[in-house]
Structures are given as structure tokens and as C-alpha cells.
């Protein structure tokens, strides 16, 4: 069975398309987390976000930004999730736009920040940065 999204794109599922350029779709989540809960996705498959090419995200953030504009969201989140668990429930990459109009509405997160410690922090800088 093809990826649920791969069908939308293809239109064999509908869906309330907001945006569709030859690279990207755009449309609204039909189990929103509140008022304009929009996705926005590549055209091309790939289950992760080093799955696709550069060429095929080059609209992803300007059309989160036009989203977010139209949908007049102040406060708003972006969000983009890579892995079963890392909470990606649909294995085609995709960009969740979810406006946050009060405290109870939109997303919810916690934030489980601990203290680094800066000599393995700046090791590991420098091991990330030696394979850009």
C-alpha cells in the first residue's frame, strides 16, 4: 500500500488543499490541533528530512511563512518530525503550521533541557561541524 500522502498528492485521497505548486502541497489537517492546523509537503517521497533533495524543499519554509500570514497567527509552530520515535506517525516528510491562539489551544510541549557540559558540548561542536 502506498503512503497516504503520496495518494493525496497523486489525488486519489482528498484533501483541503490550501497550495500546490509542482514541489509542494499545502493543506489543512483534517485532525487539527486548532483553527488552520495546516501540513506542508514535498511532492517527492521520503520517509526523513535527509531523504530529500534540496532542490525539492525550497518552498517548504516560504510557504509555512504564507500559511501562517493568512491564517493571521501571532504565536504559531512549526514542526517536523523525523522517526517513529521521534513522533512521526505518516513516514513522508512533512511540516505541521499549527497556530497557537491561546494557552490551551495549538500545541503542547515540555521542554526536558538539562546543563551541558561546555568541554563535551564544544568536542561535539567540532565533530558536527568537521561533517558539514
Not at 486519489?12 to 500546490?20: A, T
Not at 518530525?81 to 515540555?110: C, S
Request: proline share 6%; charged share 20%; hydrophobic share 40%.
Amino acid at each position: 500500500m502506498s503512503c497516504i500522502f503520496c495518494r493525496i498528492i497523486k489525488g486519489e485521497i482528498p484533501c483541503l488543499k490550501l497550495f500546490e505548486s509542482d514541489k509542494t502541497l499545502a493543506f489543512l489537517d483534517i485532525g487539527p490541533l486548532s483553527k488552520g492546523h495546516a501540513l506542508v509537503i514535498p511532492k517527492y517521497h521520503g520517509a526523513k528530512l535527509a531523504d530529500i533533495p534540496d532542490d525539492h524543499l525550497s518552498e517548504i519554509l516560504p510557504t509555512l511563512k504564507r500559511l501562517a500570514t493568512a491564517t493571521g497567527a501571532v504565536n504559531y509552530n512549526i514542526l517536523q518530525n523525523n522517526g517513529t520515535i521521534a513522533h512521526q506517525q505518516v513516514h513522508h516528510v512533512h511540516f505541521h503550521m499549527i497556530p497557537k491562539p491561546n494557552e490551551t489551544e495549538g500545541l503542547g510541549i515540555t521542554w526536558p533541557s538539562t546543563s551541558g557540559d561546555m568541554d563535551k558540548l564544544k568536542a561535539l561542536c567540532e565533530d558536527i561541524k568537521s561533517k558539514m
